[in-house]
């Protein structure tokens, strides 16, 4: 099992950047793929980006290609997710999840650990 905090979050201009972490319990991290999602207001749990276990490939939602990056680091047991060029609308609650399964995909259900989300909000 491992457990999932993220941190990071805070109030930004449209344009400007932010980085959230998310730092994971336990000595087996580098066996879960991870994921970031999004939830605002009103809305349901959206993808932003994944990272798998071992070759750590990537995918990301349309909606954030060219200006979100995930990366992991292994021996810290962290994952990142850099935004860059932030617009009003990534305005929400961004959420770490893991899995054990060689993984990168949007189904959220295939996720199995989530953390409590850390708040963005990005005024125009």
């Known amino acids: 099992q491992v457990q999932l905090v993220e941190s990071g979050g805070g109030v930004v201009q449209a344009g400007d950047s932010l980085r959230l972490s998310c730092a994971a319990s336990?000595?087996?991290?580098?066996?879960?793929?991870m994921g970031w999602f999004r939830q605002a207001p009103g809305k349901e749990r959206e993808f932003q980006a994944a990272?798998?276990?071992?070759?750590?490939?990537?995918n990301y939602a349309d909606s954030v290609k060219g200006r979100f990056t995930i990366s992991r680091d292994n021996a810290k047991n962290m994952v990142y997710l850099q935004m860059n060029s932030l617009k009003p609308e990534d305005t929400a609650v961004y959420y770490c999840?893991?899995?054990?399964?060689?993984?990168?995909?949007?189904?959220?259900?295939?996720?199995?650990?989530w953390g409590q989300g850390t708040q963005v909000t990005v005024s125009s």
């Open positions: 336990g000595r087996t991290f580098r066996w879960y793929s």
């Open positions: 999840a893991a899995t054990t399964e060689y993984y990168s995909g949007s189904d959220r259900h295939n996720y199995d650990y």
């Open positions: 990272i798998t276990r071992s070759n750590g490939r990537t």
